[in-house]
């Protein structure tokens, strides 16, 4: 998740900038809750997968942190695009 999150970020700050241009705020809280969510599941997950004892290989946990990220991230560039289109 920490490589992910430079990304997001910038993503995220791009939307927070748009806000003033048109942007709803729910657009705005979508794009930082969804990441928060998906860290939630994603600890979960790796709580149920940990559970009988046996340890996963290390891509497995990166590919949950990506998964964490992703709809947060996604959902970022996507209100970036739209508002560009728009404009």
Not at 7 to 21: G, Y
Not at 26 to 39: C, D, F, N
Not at 55 to 65: A, Q
Request: no cysteine; proline share 6%; glycine share 10%.
């Amino acid at each position: 998740m920490a490589a992910l999150f430079p990304a997001w970020l910038i993503a995220f700050l791009a939307v927070l900038s748009l806000e003033t241009k048109g942007v709803s705020k729910g657009v705005v809280i979508l794009t930082s809750a969804a990441p928060l969510l998906g860290a939630i599941v994603t600890d979960a997950v790796v709580r149920h997968l940990r559970a009988p004892g046996r340890e996963r290989r290390p891509v497995t946990y990166w590919l949950l942190g990506v998964a964490a990220l992703l709809p947060g991230w996604g959902i970022g560039l996507l209100a970036l695009a739209l508002s560009i289109v728009g404009h």
